[in-house]
Every structure is written in structure tokens, then in C-alpha cells.
């Protein structure tokens, strides 16, 4: 798979706007401001592929993008507190839209912040992919920011925080030093590879 080879294609605001779901898709899911988008322009070798924003909760939309004929689909973030009841709403439609209209998910990169505990918004997020069937993998984000010791011990603890997703994949991951990118590029082939 070329993660080279890959173009915006659009961003839809509403469940009934998602195209229908033609390709192999690997979805990215988190909450905001959790490093999604850095992230994704780093596995992608690209620097403003997909917008990164100082402001929590920038990404409302869902947006596709092409990578060598498999679709990548950045979700809204989720968990926001500064957004009112209609905003959420629609964010919860358009999510449920996303995932309940048959489409070929092979792989959803759920990201989760290294600096902190698990929260209860990602551990729903899980519980949803693992009850309706998606594979998934965990990407702990902002890995830099951790001495040795402080990373050594967060990764001895999400095994205790994930231990109801027994062989979850789990990849300590910097948008600064590119740390896991090769880890995450492995498992996002072999989620589009597998019939």
C-alpha cells in the first residue's frame, strides 16, 4: 500500500450526505484535540493533509481520503464539553450514521492520549466497536511528551484500563519523533489486505 499515494476526496456534515461505501475503509476515531489529525499527516508523510487545529473540536465533519484506492476516514472527535445539545446531536448522528450503514470497516485506529488514564468516552467508543464487531487497534498519542519511567508505567496501566479488550493492539505513538508510524502503517495493511 502507498501511504504516499493519497488525496483529500470530501468532508460530509450529516449521516445522510456519507457516500455509500464502495471501498475497503479504515476509520480514525478519538476525542478532541487527541492528536488525530498530526497523526495522520504523519503516517502519511504529509504536513497539512489533514488540518490540525489549536481549538478542541475543529473536525465536525466526517472526511474521506483516498490512499491508494483505500479509503481513510477521519471521524469527528468525540467528548468536547464547549459545544451545545444540537451540535452534539448532530455529532452523534452522524457518528451513528457512519457506522450503522453497512459500510467495509476493516479497521478502526482508536486514539487515546499516553499523558492520561483512559477515559470513560474512549472506553464507550471500544465497547461500541467491540459489540458490533470492528477490529481495532489503540494508539496512545503525544508519547514524547513522557520520560522512560512515566512511559514504561502508562503502558504497564492501560494493560489494567484495556484488560476487557483482551489482545487489543496497543502502539505508543509521537507526531513529533514518528515513533509507532511504521507500527500503525503495518496494521492498517494488514486490516485492507484481509478478505
Same mark, same amino acid.
Not at 502519511?44 to 474521506?64: E, M, W, Y
Not at 511528551?145 to 496497543?170: C, S, W, Y
Given at each position: /500500500?502507498?501511504?504516499?499515494?493519497?488525496?483529500?476526496?470530501?468532508?460530509?456534515?450529516?449521516?445522510?450526505?456519507?457516500?455509500? *461505501?464502495?471501498?475497503?475503509?479504515?476509520?480514525?476515531?478519538?476525542?478532541?484535540?487527541?492528536?488525530?489529525?498530526?497523526?495522520?499527516?504523519? @503516517?502519511?508523510?504529509?504536513?497539512?493533509?489533514?488540518? +490540525?487545529? *489549536?481549538?478542541?473540536?475543529?473536525? $465536525?465533519?466526517?472526511?474521506?481520503? =483516498?490512499? =491508494?484506492? $483505500?479509503?481513510?476516514?477521519?471521524?469527528?472527535?468525540?467528548?468536547?464539553?464547549?459545544?451545545?445539545?444540537?451540535?452534539?446531536?448532530?455529532?452523534?448522528?452522524?457518528?451513528?450514521?457512519?457506522?450503522?450503514?453497512?459500510?467495509? @470497516?476493516?479497521?478502526? +485506529?482508536?486514539?487515546? =492520549? /499516553?499523558?492520561?488514564? +483512559?477515559?470513560?468516552?474512549?472506553?464507550? /467508543?471500544?465497547?461500541? /466497536?467491540?459489540?458490533?464487531?470492528?477490529?481495532?487497534? +489503540?494508539?496512545?498519542?503525544?508519547? =514524547?511528551?513522557?520520560?522512560?519511567?512515566?512511559?514504561?508505567?502508562?503502558?504497564?496501566?492501560?494493560?489494567?484500563?484495556?484488560?476487557?479488550?483482551?489482545?487489543?493492539?496497543? @502502539?505508543?505513538?509521537?507526531?513529533?519523533?514518528?515513533?509507532?508510524?511504521?507500527?500503525?502503517?503495518?496494521?492498517?495493511?494488514?486490516?485492507?489486505?484481509?478478505?
Amino acid at each position: /500500500m502507498r501511504f504516499d499515494k493519497v488525496k483529500y476526496e470530501a468532508s460530509y456534515g450529516t449521516a445522510q450526505q456519507l457516500p455509500k *461505501s464502495d471501498h475497503t475503509e479504515i476509520a480514525f476515531a478519538g476525542r478532541s484535540n487527541v492528536g488525530k489529525s498530526s497523526m495522520l499527516n504523519k @503516517i502519511l508523510n504529509r504536513k497539512n493533509l489533514a488540518r +490540525v487545529s *489549536s481549538v478542541p473540536g475543529k473536525t $465536525v465533519t466526517v472526511n474521506f481520503f =483516498d490512499c =491508494d484506492g $483505500v479509503k481513510l476516514v477521519d471521524l469527528p472527535g468525540y467528548g468536547y464539553a464547549k459545544v451545545n445539545f444540537n451540535e452534539k446531536k448532530r455529532w452523534a448522528d452522524l457518528m451513528e450514521g457512519y457506522f450503522t450503514s453497512g459500510r467495509n @470497516i476493516r479497521l478502526v +485506529v482508536q486514539l487515546t =492520549d /499516553m499523558r492520561h488514564p +483512559v477515559t470513560k468516552d474512549d472506553l464507550d /467508543m471500544m465497547r461500541f /466497536m467491540k459489540s458490533s464487531g470492528y477490529n481495532f487497534i +489503540v494508539v496512545m498519542t503525544k508519547s =514524547d511528551k513522557l520520560n522512560k519511567t512515566e512511559r514504561a508505567n502508562r503502558l504497564e496501566a492501560v494493560k489494567q484500563e484495556l484488560a476487557e479488550f483482551d489482545g487489543v493492539q496497543i @502502539i505508543p505513538f509521537s507526531a513529533s519523533n514518528g515513533d509507532g508510524a511504521e507500527e500503525i502503517r503495518k496494521a492498517i495493511e494488514a486490516a485492507a489486505e484481509r478478505n
